[in-house]
């Protein structure tokens, strides 16, 4: 119940495309869904946000979809670039429980060919 | 302002000996949580450290071990090391104690450890 399903594993995408990837989560007290961004040799950082009472945010060419009935999310990158080559993770947490922690889905390897 | 600053980098142990690894959050977060990242299983929930008290724990064995000290330092320790422990370890600072609360979750660089 405590995790969070990623897919794919791994992304090809075509400079100009958009690049899609998938999250499912059990647990309905999940209230709190964030993506992150990490390229080699970094730390993941936050790239962009929601909680369960929109259907959808968009933040420049990056926008993630909440579906809250089928319990999946999902992060688009429009206009996809070299740059945006990394390992996406999305995560889920409870607000305010304690004892809460950030659960990460396993990542997904995106590749953006020139 | 300065990033999280994990020490040290890189590190190589052999099976059996034991690994401190050391993490100096952003000034002013009183939160520093722990992960293992491996290729195979992403990354993992190892500890929460807030006010130096230990918040919250995944699912690891007791040979790992963690601590805060009261400027908000941290550092985790593994125990008679195993060639499954090779992973890097990433912290994280945040200003709320719990990352669900919508704080954003600031992570160093990582310390790599290769077990032999």
């Known amino acids: 119940q405590q995790q969070v399903k990623q897919s794919p594993q791994s992304l090809i995408v075509q400079k100009g495309g958009i690049s899609i990837i998938n999250c499912a989560y059990e647990?309905?007290?999940?209230?709190?869904f964030p993506w992150y961004q990490q390229f080699p040799g970094k730390g993941p950082a936050l790239l962009i946000a929601i909680r369960p009472d929109v259907s959808e945010k968009k933040e420049g060419r990056f926008t993630i979809s909440f579906n809250k009935s089928a319990k999946q999310f999902s992060l688009h990158i429009m206009d996809s670039q070299p740059g945006d080559s990394a390992t996406y993770f999305c995560a889920a947490s409870i607000k305010g429980q304690a004892g809460t922690a950030l659960i990460f889905g396993k990542g997904t390897t995106l590749s953006v060919s020139s | 302002k300065a990033g999280v600053t994990q020490t040290p980098r890189y590190l190589i142990k052999t099976r059996g000996q034991q690994v401190t690894l050391s993490c100096s959050p952003i000034?002013?977060?009183?939160?520093v949580s722990w992960y293992q990242q491996t290729p195979g299983q992403g990354l993992q929930f190892l500890f929460e450290?807030?006010?130096?008290?230990?918040?919250n724990k995944g699912n690891f064995p007791g040979r790992f071990s963690g601590r805060q000290f009261s400027n908000s330092r941290s550092e985790m320790n593994v125990s008679t090391l195993e060639l499954g422990d090779s992973a890097l370890y990433l912290c994280a600072s945040s200003l709320a104690s719990l990352a669900g609360a919508g704080g954003e979750l600031f992570f160093g660089e990582g310390s790599r450890l290769t077990v032999l």
């Open positions: 000034s002013g977060h009183r939160s």
């Open positions: 450290y807030f006010s130096e008290t230990q918040r």
């Open positions: 647990n309905t007290a999940f209230d709190y």
